[in-house]
């Protein structure tokens, strides 16, 4: 079946650090993939995106990189802020209907 | 535009009684789809529905079902409510209901079955 394992949380860190969520997906066919957050409070927002091998998806300063060999979509950022204190959640879909499969969600605090 | 809303926010029911939750789509939005979210199963589909027909439907029991409107708006229904079936529930729209598009998310609707 399909599924989508990320990396267990929380991840802290401090201001101007690099982040890296990974992101590891078993899909049958051709899924796309996504990156959401949600921050306290509120519901999803889509981060980015990437709907075939090779296509990096990049966002306010955030990117993944669809890895067919890997089966993986690691998310990356190369200076977090306070801002950027969320759950972050890896998804994907099979081309054929719009059913998000999501990964268990990764916690991010940034401290000043 | 208008993003998508859901109604109530909040609400509490006790077991045995049954809900019903409202979702209206981004303007234009064909395609509705629902999300359980709870702490220990994280993010679930629940159904999806396409110009009033459910397209695709999540491994959850009959008790949860829903319905599409002509003007895209959806409802969805839980009867018998379980300790359980407490959990924020989110409803997602998009364009053409592809698997490719960016689905959009409501605030959700929290519920809480005592």
């Known amino acids: 079946g399909n599924s989508v394992t990320q990396m267990e949380g929380p991840v802290t860190l401090s201001e101007e650090a690099f982040l890296t969520i990974n992101c590891t997906y078993t899909a049958t066919g051709y899924p796309s993939l996504f990156w959401y957050v949600q921050y306290p409070g509120e519901g999803l927002q889509l981060l980015l995106k990437?709907?075939?091998?090779?296509d990096k998806g990049s966002n306010k300063g955030f990117e993944a990189t669809y890895r067919k060999e890997t089966t993986s979509f690691h998310l990356e950022k190369g200076s977090v802020q306070v801002s950027d204190s969320a759950v972050y959640f890896c998804a994907l879909s099979v081309q054929a209907g719009t059913a998000l499969i999501f990964g268990k969600g990764t916690t991010l605090s940034v401290s000043s | 535009k208008a993003g998508v809303t859901q109604t109530p926010r909040y609400l509490i029911k006790t077991r045995g009684q049954q809900v019903t939750l409202s979702c209206s789509p981004i303007s234009g939005h064909r395609s509705v789809s629902w999300y359980q979210q709870t702490p220990g199963q994280g993010l679930q589909f629940l159904f999806e529905?396409?110009?009033?027909?459910?397209?695709n439907k999540g491994n959850f029991p009959g008790r949860f079902s829903g319905r599409q409107f002509s003007n895209s708006r959806s409802e969805m229904n839980v009867s018998t409510l379980e300790l359980g079936d407490s959990a924020l529930y989110l409803c997602a729209s998009s364009l053409g209901g592809q698997g490719s598009e960016t689905q959009y998310f409501g605030p959700g609707t929290r519920l809480l079955v005592l």
């Open positions: 990437a709907t075939k091998a090779d």
């Open positions: 529905y396409f110009s009033e027909t459910q397209r």
